[in-house]
Structures are given as C-alpha cells and as structure tokens.
C-alpha cells in the first residue's frame, strides 16, 4: 500500500510537472517559427524551419522609435527599473511595519495586521478608476516614480504580512537581551531580527519583485508612452487590430521570462526555506 502511494504521488508530480512545462515550451517553439509554418507549428512538436529572427527583431539594435526592438528594450529597461526600486521600497517599508507592528506596544496592532491582510482581499481592477483621477489631478500619469508608487502601495501589504509572520517566531528574548546591553531598536533589528530573518527577506523580496514585473492593469491605464511603458504592455502591443504576430510575440514573452527565472533560481535556497519555516502562515 505504501509502495502504491508512493507510484501514484510521483506519477502526479510528473503530470504536474508536465502541465506546467508544456506551455512555456509551446511558447519557445512558436518563438521559433515563422508565421507561415505557424500551423505545421501546431500539429508537430517542433517548428519545420526553425529560426532565430523573431529574436533577433525584437531585440534588434536599430535606434529608430518606431522599430519594434527599440520599444520592447526601452519597455524591458523600465520593467527593470520599476521593479528593483519596487522591491527594495517596499522591502524597506514592510520591514519596519513589521517590526513595528510584531515588537512594539502598538495600539490595535490585532486590528491593524487584519485590515493589511483585508485589503489583499480588493482586485486592483476596481482600484484603477480611482487611482487614475488621483494621478491625472496632479500631472502625475505616464510618470515610472507614480507607477512605482502604486505598486509599492499594492504590495506592501502582502510583503508586511510575510515579514511580521516570521518576526512573530522569533523569540524576542534575543532583541530584549541586546536592547538591555545599550542597542536601540533599529539596530537591535539590523543586528538581531534581520539576520535572522533572511528567508522571509528574500522570499518575500521574489514575490514583490514578480508582482511588479507582471503587472498589467494598472501599467496599461497609468502609462502611455515609452518614458514609463512597461513590458508587459508593449509584449500586448504585438495584438493588432488587423494582425497579430505571434511570433514575435512569443519571442518576446521568452525573453521576458528569462529575469524572473533568473532572480528565483538565485534565491531558491531562501524561498523554499522561507516557505517551510512558515514565512506565510499566520
């Protein structure tokens, strides 16, 4: 009975496994093709006349403004910009509302970590509107410092409630005992609860950091240009009204997931470790 429990939960994590790859390898395959093989593409696994010019397009070296490789890397470098400064800002943020929240006598702290984690619970679709007309009311639309903004307001909650829950483990002895020999508390956190509380840091940092990158909504109403256009929106530009390229648009979704999977496998030792000491439970 063991041995057939143990066929049947690897036989599900092959399926699983499966289901995911298969996609993001559809999405390769169509990258390589061209539009005229696009439907032997889909009856084989393997485009007939493979070929790397859709790449080469969508990252091509031309200067001009109205060259798709000239959008698409000027819409990578902002999704690389509003994403890092998103992440550590909110990082930053969440870790002293953490701290703040979990060590000291805050009043209602109880009521205040269940409104954060109740604002989770909004889709940000019913907050664009709003957002919007605050924005256009101070010149403040197509801007990459306001799209930043609204991303760290978004998350923070989320990044707060991965940190407080593992601060929450930690024994505050350690801090009490290090506050006693003449710390402050800043630097009973820098020194005592950060070190510590590393796996929360980073896992918490990957999440943020994806949410950013893959954001959609509030980027395509927020941004219209270049100057804050992000990737996610120029990958959805590839859709026109008469024609669609597929495969140049699945060249640059390859291309777009190649910073995410880098920043995850970088920091897998500390994700899985934050998501097994509970970094996410309450």
């Known amino acids: 009975m063991r041995i057939l429990y143990k066929i049947l939960l690897i036989v599900g994590l092959l399926l699983l496994v499966i289901a995911s790859v298969i996609p993001i390898y559809w999405t390769f395959a169509t ?25 080469r397009n969508v990252l091509g070296l031309k200067k001009d403004v109205y060259s798709v ?15 890092v400064f998103v992440t550590f800002v909110t990082l930053f943020l969440a870790i002293l509302a953490a701290y703040a929240i979990e060590r000291l006598q805050v009043p209602l702290r109880e009521y205040i970590s269940f409104f954060v984690v109740l604002t989770q619970m909004l889709p940000p679709a019913i907050l664009v509107i709003p957002i919007y007309l605050i924005l256009s ?28 829950s593992y601060f929450r483990r930690i024994p505050a002895s350690m801090e009490e005992a290090a506050i006693i020999d003449g710390c402050s508390y800043l ?10 509380s590393k796996p929360a840091l980073f896992t918490s940092s990957i999440f943020v950091f994806l949410a950013a990158w893959n954001e959609f909504i509030m980027a395509l109403v927020l941004t219209t240009s270049l100057n ?6 120029s990958v959805a530009e590839f859709m026109g009204r008469f024609y669609t390229s597929y495969p140049l648009m699945t060249a640059a979704g390859v291309i777009s997931m190649i910073p995410p999977i880098v920043f995850a496998i970088a920091f897998q030792p500390f994700l899985v470790e934050g998501l097994a000491k509970g970094a996410v439970k309450e």
Do not use: C
Not at 69 to 83: D, W
Not at 143 to 153: H, P, Q, R
């Open 31 to 55: 990258s390589l093709s061209k539009d005229r093989d696009l439907s032997k593409t889909s009856r084989s696994w393997f485009p007939p006349h493979p070929t790397w010019e859709n790449y």
């Open 69 to 83: 490789g000239y959008q698409f890397r000027r819409t990578i470098l902002n999704s690389i910009v509003v994403s």
């Open 137 to 164: 009311r101070f010149n403040l639309l197509d801007n990459k410092l306001s799209l930043s903004i609204v991303y760290v307001a978004l998350n923070l909650p989320f990044a707060m409630w991965i940190v407080g």
């Open 187 to 196: 630097k009973a956190l820098w020194k005592i609860l950060l070190p510590i």
């Open 228 to 233: 804050a256009k992000t990737m996610p929106i």
